[in-house]
């Protein structure tokens, strides 16, 4: 994924935001962005998902629950990062 640095100026922004329209018309942009979210969701859901897999899986194997809260803290972690790419392309859009 691209992350752009955060010394880009306003001015900078524009330009590329022109040149977005330019090469995907202006009819196109929308069409990116529902992809981007539903890309982004879908992502989450995945991530939800070995979440509550990983727990189930710990609860059947009678894993302590110190073992438990360690890997929930891990994925909360995780989710955080992908919360905080996630969150600046959503701003970006």
């Known amino acids: ?11 900078e922004i ?6 977005l329209v330019m090469v995907f018309g202006a ?12 890309g982004m969701k879908s992502l989450k859901n995945a991530s939800n998902d070995i979440k ?6 710990a609860e059947k194997q009678g894993i302590d629950k110190n073992m438990s809260n360690d890997i929930k803290g891990e994925i909360d972690k995780v989710r955080e990062d992908i919360d905080d790419i996630t969150g ?6």
């Not at 992350?3 to 880009?8: A, C, G, Q, S, V």
């Not at 600046?88 to 859009?93: D, G, P």
């Open 52 to 57: 509550g897999e990983i727990q189930r899986s």
């Open 27 to 38: 009819d196109k942009i929308p069409e990116i962005a529902r992809g981007l979210g539903k």
């Open 1 to 11: 994924m691209l992350l752009l640095p955060l010394f880009i100026s306003g001015a």
């Open 88 to 93: 600046s392309v959503r701003r970006k859009l």
């Open 14 to 19: 524009a330009f590329i935001m022109f040149i």
